[in-house]
C-alpha cells in the first residue's frame, strides 16, 4: 500500500481439519473438513479486498480524513487501486494487481507521469514466523498474496527492482510480509467485522542508488471481509502513527 510516498517521492496450503476419532470412513461428511470447505470457510482475497468491484473507502487519523483508496477493475483478472489524498481526488498514483491462479501478484504502479516495473530477483515463503523459508520463484512479478485464504498464517519475502520507464533507473527494492488468516476485528467507526492481518516491512536503496538497501516502511493493515481496504492501519517506522476506516462505498 502507497509505496509511492517512499520510492516516487511525490510508499500454505490450507489446513485440512480431520476427525479426532475414527477413521474417516466412519465419519459422517459433517465431520470431515474437505479443502473446498475450508476455502468457503475462510473465504478469498476478493471477498476481503473488494479488488474486482469499484470500491473504494475512507480513513481518519486525529479527527480528519487521513486518506482514500479505490479499485478500478481493468478485466477480470487485472486491478487497480489508488491511494490519496481525498481532497485531492483522483491521484495520480496506482498499483496494478494481476489474479492469476493461486496468487495475485504485483505487477508495479504508475505515479509522477510514468510507470515502474517491479521483478523478482529472489522469492521465498515460509511459515508465519518468517521460518522454514523455501524458494518461491526468481523472476517475474512478485507473489503479492494468496487469492484463497489459508487457515495458517505465511511470510513472504521478495527481493527485486522497480524501473522507472521513463528514465530507465533502477531502484532495489526488499519486501517482506506476513498475512494472518481471518480473525475478529474492530474500529472506532464500523464496529466488530472480520479481518485479515498484513504486516510489511519494505526496504530499498532509493535515497543511496547502489548502496545497501536500507528499511522505508514498517505497518500493519486490517482488511475487513466484505468491506475492504486500510480497516485499520498501525505504522510503526518510520514514526508510530494509526488509522481507521470511517466509511466505505461503490462508485
Not at 515460509?126 to 498464517?153: E, M
Request: charged share 20%; net charge positive.
Amino acid at each position: 500500500m502507497r509505496r509511492h510516498a517512499v520510492l516516487c517521492m511525490p510508499l500454505v496450503t490450507v489446513s485440512v481439519l480431520m476427525g479426532a476419532a475414527g477413521p474417516a470412513a466412519a465419519q459422517s461428511p459433517a465431520e470431515v473438513a474437505t479443502p473446498d470447505a475450508a476455502r468457503r470457510a475462510t473465504g478469498d482475497y476478493g471477498q476481503y479486498s473488494r479488488m474486482f468491484e469499484r470500491s473504494a473507502g475512507q480513513y481518519w487519523a486525529d479527527g480528519k480524513a487521513a486518506g482514500q483508496w479505490a479499485w478500478k477493475p481493468l478485466s477480470s483478472t487485472v486491478s487497480e487501486i489508488s491511494w490519496g489524498d481525498p481532497a485531492q481526488w483522483p491521484p495520480d498514483y496506482a498499483e496494478k494487481f494481476v489474479h492469476s491462479g493461486e496468487w495475485v501478484m504485483l505487477d508495479g504502479w504508475r505515479g509522477n507521469g510514468t510507470y515502474y516495473t517491479l521483478r523478482v530477483t529472489k522469492e521465498q515463503i515460509g511459515n508465519a514466523s518468517c521460518g522454514d523459508l523455501r524458494t518461491l520463484a526468481t523472476s517475474g512479478r512478485q507473489h503479492y498474496v494468496k487469492w484463497d485464504i489459508p487457515a495458517q498464517g505465511y511470510c513472504l519475502k521478495a527481493w527485486g527492482t522497480l524501473t522507472e520507464k521513463s528514465s530507465g533507473k533502477v531502484v532495489q527494492f526488499g519486501h517482506t510480509q506476513i498475512w494472518s488468516p481471518p480473525a475478529p476485528c474492530s474500529n472506532p467507526h464500523l464496529g466488530a467485522q472480520t479481518c485479515i492481518k498484513q504486516w510489511e516491512s519494505w526496504w530499498d536503496d532509493k535515497d543511496a542508488p547502489g548502496k545497501p538497501i536500507t528499511r522505508k516502511l514498517d505497518r500493519d493493515q486490517l482488511i475487513a471481509r466484505g468491506h475492504g481496504m486500510a480497516f485499520s492501519i498501525h505504522q510503526y517506522f518510520p514514526k508510530p502513527w494509526q488509522a481507521d476506516a470511517k466509511s466505505y462505498w461503490n462508485w
